[in-house]
């Protein structure tokens, strides 16, 4: 059993500010999960702490059985896959796979034996002899993959491993990553701020924003189940409008919509932005800009003085005004102040 227990986990640097403050989380054997959040929220520095790397200010980390909180990094059975790939340049493909197992004294048959089927795995086979520098981005991304699996790790983390690809090759690695973790079955931890990434990837989703937990929980119910607007906002694409609630009824532009919530005073609206010509009640917008994102087409202008979207099929008809279809169904609702769902 190989689960990741974090228990009111704090990190400072400074002995000021906790970049990563108070973080209790229960990642269970052979999970996928998903850290995302924007720049500097502490995605690296939790996963810094679980290898080791990385002192703790406070709190417990468990890996499988063991409190490791003063375990050496070597010994704590995890692999790490950096986002720079990390690999030896005067190495082979071969020799980098092969590294850690050298360092660990395997004979040099079971090594062999071990970097062929990774090699194998990976379809690295043809490119044991080469260096770093005369592979693609992709396939020096499959040998950091083989140097990390190698070892049979408990545990694997990986910070944003897939970020120095090209927009396809991301998409295909994204599930060669999947099918290895299926095949492996072992617990990976995989840190990323693309969202898209995070809901295909993940079994469960840790949303982070200034070194605090969010929202733990699967993907379905992280898009349509957000706790706070902060989620709303940072998985998919969601419009916020200020209204004001009397007597369960409030306008967006003129038109008046009922929530059977009971919420009054002014509140803050949530639709998303592919929710925007589904419902039933009929506004004419007039777009400010639309983008043409291939399969679609993306509007932009206001509601209630907030800056909103609305994905629309490519014929749909764009003219001087747009008619949006918006449902209260469709709508969530957040507190004004404290930003979370109502
Ligand atoms: N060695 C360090 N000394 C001081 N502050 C640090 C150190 N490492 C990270 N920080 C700070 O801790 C916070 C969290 O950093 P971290 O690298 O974990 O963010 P991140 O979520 O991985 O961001 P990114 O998406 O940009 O990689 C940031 O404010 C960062 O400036
Ligand atoms: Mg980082």
């Not at 080791?52 to 896959?81: M, Q, Y």
């Not at 004294?105 to 990774?118: F, G, L, Q, R, S």
Request: with cysteine; glycine share 8%.
């Amino acid at each position: 059993m190989s689960g990741v227990i974090l228990k009111n986990l704090i990190k400072s640097y400074d002995g000021k500010k906790n970049v990563i403050d108070n973080i209790n989380l229960e990642i269970n054997d052979k999970e996928f999960v998903v850290l995302v959040g924007s720049s500097g929220c502490g995605k690296s520095t939790i996963l810094r702490l679980i290898a080791g790397l990385e002192d703790i200010t406070s709190g417990d980390i468990t890996i499988g059985e063991n409190l490791v909180n003063n375990v050496h990094p070597k010994d704590r059975d995890i692999a790490f896959v950096f986002q720079s790939y990390a690999l030896y340049p005067h190495l082979s493909v071969y020799d980098n796979i092969a590294f850690g197992l050298k360092m660990r004294k395997y004979d040099a048959k079971t090594i062999k034996d071990k970097v062929y089927e990774v090699a194998k795995a990976l379809n690295l086979e043809d490119l044991l002899n080469r260096k770093p520098k005369q592979l693609s981005g992709g396939q020096r991304q499959r040998v950091a993959l083989g140097r990390a699996i190698v070892r049979n790790p408990k545990v694997f983390l990986m910070d944003e491993p897939l970020s120095n690809l090209d927009a396809n090759l991301r998409v295909h690695m994204r599930s060669e990553i999947k099918r290895l973790h299926n095949k492996l079955k072992t617990t990976f931890i995989y840190v990323t701020h693309d969202q898209t990434e995070a809901l295909t990837m993940g079994d469960r989703i840790v949303v982070l924003d200034k070194g605090k937990i969010q929202q733990f929980d699967t993907p379905d119910v992280i898009y349509n189940r957000p706790c706070n607007k902060f989620v709303a906002g940072f998985i998919g694409q969601m419009n916020f409008i200020d209204v004001n609630v009397e007597n369960q009824c409030f306008e967006i532009e003129g038109h008046r919509f009922k929530t059977d919530k009971t919420v009054s005073g002014l509140v803050t609206i949530g639709i998303r932005a592919e929710k925007m010509i589904t419902g039933d009640v009929k506004i004419q917008v007039a777009p400010e800009i639309t983008e043409m994102t291939g399969g679609e087409r993306i509007i932009y202008f206001s509601l209630n003085s907030n800056k909103c979207c609305a994905k629309v099929p490519m014929d749909y008809k764009i003219g001087e005004t747009v008619e949006l279809k918006i449902s209260v169904d469709d709508m969530y609702f957040f507190n004004n102040e404290s930003g979370e769902v109502i």
